[in-house]
């Protein structure tokens, strides 16, 4: 990888166009799918759009492969999460410190004082942010900015698109609030594979337990699933959760532990945590993920 970036440098040096320049609209690159729908809704037709990660994909674990280093290359602007969720691009990243594109790692805009801390991560923080819906609204603006600031024809219409995209965050807001108060407060505990609902617990007071720790990065010990097979026998647990993005085993493992000590607990489906459904799906979209997420969340456990 080291190598293959620095004779794509190289080449890039000499023969490397972007699309700005052929057609005029600005060469956006994304790293995570939630990231992509949320610079989709902005930028709409007035952007290329280039998405890196697709459904399913883990980003802790996400290597960039030889055709991602191009794009990211090509690039006019890249929006990433940052707190270090995509731990291996960062060093992808880095290394295109001292080209003229511009890196906007989309959670540094955010108040590190109202963020989770974790000791997981090079960052200090707990990447996964966009589980709040309030942040997910900054990253937004951000994201107008930022696009408004490099295609300043269009700052109207990007200021148009954020306008509309923050009135349906509003909406989702108000409606997830609304299902979740029909789930009684004591109900509210989520198992799920690994970390990544902690501000999810936080905005809507769940209690989250991860077998996993917050990154994919470190499997889970038997240690954890015997620690975690107790805890839901002692809370009448009624279902765990899978996730999209990370091994059913791992769960499947928790739930055997609960077994063999003589009771029951469902695995209630799968969440979408740090990647959305299929393009094209509702769940494909950061507000059809909330919506199903919550949904499957508050069936399961009522
Ligand atoms: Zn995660």
Not at 36 to 55: F, K, Y
Not at 88 to 98: G, N, T
Not at 161 to 171: E, M, Q, R, S, W
Not at 186 to 214: M, P
Request: contains cysteine; hydrophobic residues 40%.
């Amino acid at each position: 990888m080291k190598y293959l970036s620095i004779i794509l440098v190289a080449l890039c040096l000499f023969s490397c166009k972007n699309n700005h320049e052929e057609t005029g609209k600005l060469n956006i690159v994304t790293t995570t799918t939630m990231i992509t729908d949320l610079v989709q809704n902005i930028g709409g037709d007035l952007i290329e759009l280039n998405g890196l990660m697709g459904a399913g994909v883990d980003p802790h674990l996400y290597k960039a492969s030889e055709g991602d280093v191009t794009k990211l290359y090509n690039a006019d602007i890249i929006f990433y999460n940052g707190l270090h969720l995509e731990g291996k691009l960062v060093e992808v990243f880095e290394k295109m410190e001292s080209s003229n594109k511009i890196q906007v790692p989309l959670a540094d805009g955010l108040d590190t004082s109202t963020l989770i801390g974790s000791e997981y991560f090079a960052s200090n923080y707990d990447p996964h942010v966009w589980f709040d819906i309030e942040y997910f609204k900054q990253f937004s603006s951000k994201v107008a900015q930022v696009l408004s600031e490099n295609d300043t024809e269009n700052s109207a219409l990007y200021a148009e698109n954020l306008k509309v995209y923050l009135d349906k965050l509003d909406a989702l807001q108000k409606e997830i609030r609304a299902t979740i108060a029909s789930l009684p407060v004591e109900k509210r505990i989520l198992v799920t594979a690994h970390d990544a609902f902690n501000y999810f617990g936080k905005a809507y007071d769940f209690e989250v337990v991860g077998l996993q720790g917050l990154s994919t990065a470190t499997e889970a010990g038997v240690q954890d699933v015997q620690r975690l097979s107790s805890f839901i026998i002692d809370n009448k647990v009624k279902a765990i959760f899978v996730e999209s993005s990370v091994p059913r085993r791992t769960i499947e493992a928790l739930q055997q532990a609960v077994k063999s000590k003589g009771h029951d607990v469902t695995i209630g489906g799968s969440l979408y945590s740090d990647a959305l459904g299929n393009y094209g799906t509702i769940e494909g979209t950061y507000i059809g993920m909330f919506k199903y997420n919550v949904n499957t969340i508050v069936n399961e456990l009522k």
